[in-house]
């Protein structure tokens, strides 16, 4: 069979080329209308959804459903889904660049469908229902809404909607109106151009400017995809193009029709299409022209990003500015060195000498002519020309002795992944340049919507892309539509995902739990090797305890609090507590948390309280009332808990006894603080009885302090040592000096000796030194020094012949000095000189 040229469907447009290449035949029925219904079709080839148009009038079929409905198809004719309409007059249909169709009512509903028919809904709000929405325009993720009252409502995301309105335009009938996305705007906001009287408005956010024009009204406006142009067309059948801020001026076409086009679009960036019955316009720079005849009816318009699907009851077209590189190698009169090439690979099939004289001829251009023939390869739709083209390259680059292979064997890759979804039993007739813009991912989350997983499994496989999306999104559609049971339908999961990477349980079982199978979410969760994302799941389906268990089996301390929070706040406490008892590990978190309290270092003792009596761990219990105790800055209060903390362990007394009798002497001191506190003017709450002691000896009340002894039987060592700081501490010397006529101390007299030095007072400490027994050889001597006494010193070193520290003494005294003169005195009679 013949193929025909590339160049068969070209049309020149000034100095470039267009061509019109038909992706799929006898797409619709013959009996579906077109004429009747409204059109939308998805970016990058996407589905396109019908609707029947509420302002003809239709014959009754009594074979045809009478309840209006969406339907989507593919790009050739395919039926993917009837979506049942019941939400009134629909006055928008647009798609969202993840392709998610937007259906939005006269009262401001919007519902967000995807190609299996579940929906999210919300309202635009802003006075919506009141003056009802007269039309809707889409962009690649949010849309704008003009109201019968000319209000302006904007969405930015179809995912977290917040509908705000836009700066409202002067009054007046808006004749047509556009938007500019707001990637292509200064201000970041989408920007809606208006035509109201003869000129064009232009509203954002924040303001409304008009534009001063005097040639409108305008029935249409258009915007190009990369927001640079704005083309405008009048009622007398003029289209104008200018640049989008309105300072230039660009081309101007009559199309001397008075007739009203039915679309009125951009095929790329370079050129405006338009569009009546059956016929079809392309108007380039300058106001040249192409003209597209049909004869199969109306034809409805879709625009792309680069170029525009023309959709007819039994074609589907596209038209499309010929790429540069097309252009460079099948332009006819052409001899680049890409044309000539192709040339020579068929001179070489021909088995003709004339392909060797044609490298030759571009030797020194066969890098280039490689690398052009590739690319081409990449913006040919026909599979025949795609072959000869990479054949042409391949036979280039065997001659080479050197070139880089990787973007022919990556062209190789994406046409072989660009032929299969351009089959029509896929229907995504993707162009080289939309593939690039989708990327790979993008393409197989389409399949996936489709529900066409071996397909996009082989692309995953073959582009060597992450396969775990695919086969949860498979097993998620499985749950919600599979007719066996829950076993059988966990089973068939678990078998087809064992050993998979990355595959991830609770995406499947979340979707099973969303349809009502709550047993087969459990089931599948079981399988899920993450706790953290078993649990939230567990959580939300009412499986508490096995939440929990979960969370302490994977051994996450944040995992488990998070758990127990929810149960702490969710169930009672007595059955809180009975579902942590079982659980040694959560007893210990929650213990441990309330120990914590909430930040501020203060425990839960109320919490820990019921705790530890459901547990039966009263001397637990009564400690947090002892600690509860000592925070208190109320005696009788702190009295009271101690009493209760007492009260919780006397029915065990015979094992409690040590902590019985020490909440007991804690009461008592408790009490006397309390009378001390009363009687005296210093405050004695919170000490302990040493530190009582030594309060009240310091403040001189001795008397107090033999009571506190007496009732607690302080030891008279301990008692001594108290006694001794609080005088040192009060400098009372005389009291000090009283006590060293006693004949014996129980702690001895060093520590009256070391304390008073260290105090300052070393007269008083030298009175000590006779007094302490058992000192080392030396010692005093040493010890008199420390009290500047070197007379005395020299004393002790004759009294033990110690002629070295006798010498060392005198030497410091001096010879000449009085205390020299005695030094030197006591020691002539035992040290010769």
Request: overall charge negative; some cysteine; hydrophobic content about 40%.
């Amino acid at each position: 069979m013949d193929v025909a040229h590339p160049t068969a469907g070209w049309e020149q447009v000034g100095e470039r080329f267009y061509r019109k290449i038909q992706l799929y035949t006898q797409v619709f029925d013959q009996d579906l209308d077109l004429d009747n219904y409204i059109v939308a079709g998805a970016p990058f080839g996407g589905a396109l959804a019908l609707y029947r148009d509420e302002d003809k009038l239709v014959a009754f079929q009594p074979t045809k459903p009478s309840k209006p409905s969406i339907d989507i198809y593919s790009c050739a004719g395919k039926l993917i889904r009837s979506i049942a309409w019941d939400k009134g007059s629909i006055k928008g249909l647009g798609w969202s660049e993840d392709e998610k169709l937007l259906a939005v009512t006269a009262d401001g509903t919007v519902r967000c469908y995807d190609l299996q028919g579940d929906f999210t809904q919300f309202s635009l709000g802003n006075g919506a229902d009141e003056h009802s929405v007269r039309s809707c325009k889409f962009y690649d993720h949010g849309l704008v809404a003009l109201l019968a009252n000319n209000a302006m409502i904007s969405v930015t995301s179809y995912d977290e909607p917040r509908p705000k309105l836009l700066a409202p335009p002067p009054d007046g009938h808006v004749h047509s109106w556009n938007l500019i996305p707001p990637a292509y705007t200064l201000s970041r906001s989408v920007e809606v151009l208006l035509s109201i009287g003869q000129t064009v408005y232009v509203s954002d956010a924040t303001e409304c400017e008009d534009r001063f024009l005097d040639i409108g009204p305008f029935t249409h406006i258009g915007v190009s995809p990369n927001g640079k142009f704005a083309s405008l067309y009048t009622a007398s059948g003029k289209a104008h193009v200018i640049t989008s801020d309105f300072q230039t001026r660009l081309s101007e076409h009559d199309s001397k029709s008075r007739i009203p086009p039915k679309y009125f679009t951009w095929c790329g960036n370079d050129a405006v299409v338009i569009a009546w019955e059956d016929e079809v316009h392309i108007v380039g720079p300058g106001g040249s022209l192409a003209r597209f005849y049909y004869d199969s009816g109306r034809v409805h318009l879709v625009s792309d990003y680069d170029g525009v699907r023309v959709i007819a009851n039994d074609t589907c077209d596209f038209l499309q500015k010929v790429p540069d590189v097309i252009e460079e190698v099948f332009r006819l009169g052409t001899d680049s060195p890409a044309s000539i090439l192709l040339d020579a690979v068929e001179q070489l099939e021909a088995q003709s000498p004339k392909a060797d004289d044609d490298i030759q001829l571009i030797r020194a251009h066969l890098v280039e002519a490689v690398d052009t023939c590739v690319n081409a390869a990449g913006h040919e739709f026909n599979i025949h020309w795609q072959k000869q083209l990479l054949k042409a390259a391949s036979f280039g680059k065997s001659v080479l002795d050197i070139y880089n292979s990787d973007d022919f064997v990556d062209m190789c890759e994406t046409l072989r992944v660009l032929n299969a979804v351009r089959f029509f039993e896929i229907g995504i007739p993707l162009s080289y340049e939309q593939y690039q813009r989708l990327s790979p991912s993008g393409l197989i989350a389409r399949l996936l919507s489709r529900h066409e997983y071996l397909l996009a499994l082989k692309i995953a496989g073959y582009l060597r892309l992450p396969t775990d999306r695919i086969y949860v999104h498979w097993a998620s559609a499985k749950v919600r539509v599979g007719t066996e049971d829950d076993d059988a339908i966990c089973r068939k999961i678990v078998e087809k995902l064992s050993g998979k990477p990355g595959i991830s349980f609770e995406a499947i079982a979340r979707a099973a739990y969303d349809e009502g199978r709550g047993r087969l979410a459990t089931e599948l969760l079981n399988h899920e090797p993450r706790a953290g994302r078993q649990v939230p799941l567990l959580l939300s389906m009412e499986e508490d305890e096995v939440a929990l268990d979960k969370a302490i089996e994977s051994g996450d301390t944040d995992l488990v609090y998070v758990v127990l929070h929810q149960l702490k706040r969710k169930l009672p406490l007595a059955t809180f507590f009975r579902v942590i008892n079982s659980r040694p590990t959560a007893t210990a978190l929650v213990e441990a948390s309330s120990r914590l309290g909430n930040g501020d270092g203060h425990e839960d003792a109320a919490l820990l309280k019921d705790l530890y009596y459901q547990d039966d761990r009263r001397l637990d219990g009564a400690a947090v009332f002892v600690r509860e105790a000592l925070r208190q800055p109320d005696t009788r209060t702190a009295g009271d808990k101690l009493t209760l903390a007492a009260k919780l362990l006397t029915d065990n007394a015979k094992e409690n006894v040590f902590e019985l009798t020490a909440l007991k002497e804690a009461a008592t001191l408790l009490r006397m603080q309390d009378a001390f506190d009363r009687d005296l003017t210093d405050s004695f709450t919170g000490l302990s009885v040493n530190q009582t002691m030594f309060k009240l000896i310091r403040l001189g009340y001795h008397g107090r302090a033999k009571k506190i002894q007496s009732e607690f039987k302080v030891p008279e060592k301990v008692t001594w040592w108290i006694r001794l700081q609080a005088l040192v501490a009060k400098r009372d010397w005389n009291e000090i000096e009283e006590i060293s006529r006693a004949r014996k101390s129980p702690i001895g007299w060093e520590p009256f000796y070391n304390q008073t030095l260290l105090a300052g007072n070393p007269r008083l400490a030298a009175v000590f030194v006779p007094k302490c027994t058992g000192l080392e050889p030396g010692q005093a001597i040493t010890m008199y020094e420390k009290c500047g006494m070197r007379v005395k010193a020299a004393e002790e070193a004759v009294k033990i012949k110690d002629a070295e520290a006798w010498s060392r003494l005198l030497e410091a005294a001096g010879r000449g000095t009085t205390e020299g003169r005695e030094i030197e005195r006591l020691g002539l009679a035992v040290f010769k000189k």
